[in-house]
């Protein structure tokens, strides 16, 4: 047993439970000299050096944990881990995951494996993750502010100037002296003027939608569901079981979404009907858009210039979300979404 303990690439270490002197390590592996580069008699030789060598910001909670292990407050047989710092001779943060376990007797048997390229690593994904999330958050903002823009720019010309055209176009109609067929193809044309205008005034809902700030997230989906019914013929249902209004934030993703997601029913799924669920969950929102159409692959790659599913994922990744799509060939289709309501690391399911 000692030939393994001392060739093992871990620190394996033998302490008391209940020691009053503070340090009851009796027996460390040859390889915390390795790891460190503190003769292991210092280990044994003096009951505060492992306390002494913990890194300043991990101390509090490292002597927690040995503290309750120690004090043989953790049932015997059931192993407990935690990771902490310790400085090295040379200066070095090393990085450890300490394990250990009560064995009979009132014996603890422990291992430190070390973790330093592991918590590194981590903190390096950490790091890049934050900086994809905040370029992401910067192109989502980006791609808002231009959706204003474009939505008060269309408002204020050419929305105004059709609604002139029409007026203008009535009121000569009314001068002139047409024959019947002119007549006609005036009254086409100003047919054609008004589905043109009505047209940009969906269009520009669909880009700064008032009723989101207004009336809230249902209700804003409530008018595209009527406009998706007006305009394609659609069965649409809503089933709001919010229970109350989410954040701005998370409001504006779950829109964006459920946008994208009726917009695909639309253009591509030649559905009969289409099914909008809003449910408040422990922490977040659940949004599911289903429909009964012709369903696709979601494997199968995206058709050049179509990034409905990635615009959908990415804006529920922007929130700390995440997004499903189940479908297949005449099967239908179902997005699913969770965008959580509290901040990173609360209580979410």
Not at 101 to 109: E, F
Not at 254 to 279: C, D, G, M
């Amino acid at each position: 047993h000692r030939a393994l303990l001392e060739e093992m690439p871990a620190v394996a270490y033998v302490a008391r439970v209940g020691d009053p002197e503070g340090s009851p390590v009796f027996y460390i592996g040859r390889e915390v000299e390795e790891a460190l580069g503190y003769p292991r008699e210092a280990w044994t030789g003096d009951q505060w050096f492992w306390s002494r060598h913990l890194h300043p910001e991990d101390r509090a909670a490292a002597q927690a944990w040995w503290g309750a292990v120690q004090a043989g407050r953790i049932e015997p047989g059931r192993p407990t881990s935690t990771e902490y710092r310790i400085v090295a001779r040379d200066g070095r943060a090393v990085w450890f995951r300490d394990r250990a376990v009560i064995r009979p007797g009132g014996t603890i048997h422990g291992v430190m494996v070390e973790v330093t390229e592991e918590r590194e690593a981590r903190e390096r994904a950490r790091r890049a993750e934050g900086e994809r999330r905040r370029l992401l958050e910067r192109v989502v903002e980006a791609s808002d502010r231009e959706r204003a823009r474009l939505a008060a720019d269309l408002h204020d010309g050419p929305v105004q100037w059709l609604t002139a055209a029409t007026l203008r176009l009535r009121g000569l109609r009314g001068l002139l002296d047409l024959g019947s067929g002119e007549m006609h193809a005036v009254r086409e044309l100003e047919a054609l003027l008004e589905r043109t205008a009505r047209a940009l005034r969906e269009l520009l809902f669909q880009l700064d939608p008032p009723a989101l700030e207004g009336e809230g997230l249902a209700a804003a989906l409530r008018g595209e569901l009527e406009g998706l019914r007006a305009g394609a013929g659609l069965a649409c249902r809503l089933e709001d079981e919010l229970g109350g209004e989410p954040p701005g934030e998370v409001a504006r993703a779950a829109f964006r979404i459920a946008l994208e997601a009726l917009r695909n029913v639309r253009a591509h799924a030649r559905a009969r009907s289409v099914t909008l669920r809003l449910r408040g969950e422990r922490g977040g929102l659940s949004l599911e858009v289903r429909d009964d159409g012709r369903g696709f692959d979601p494997a199968a790659p995206a058709a050049r210039g179509h990034r409905g599913l990635a615009s959908m994922r990415e804006r529920a990744e922007l929130v700390g979300g995440r997004l499903e799509v189940e479908s297949a060939p005449g099967a239908g289709t179902t997005v699913r979404a969770f965008l959580p309501t509290c901040p990173a690391g609360g209580d979410a399911p």
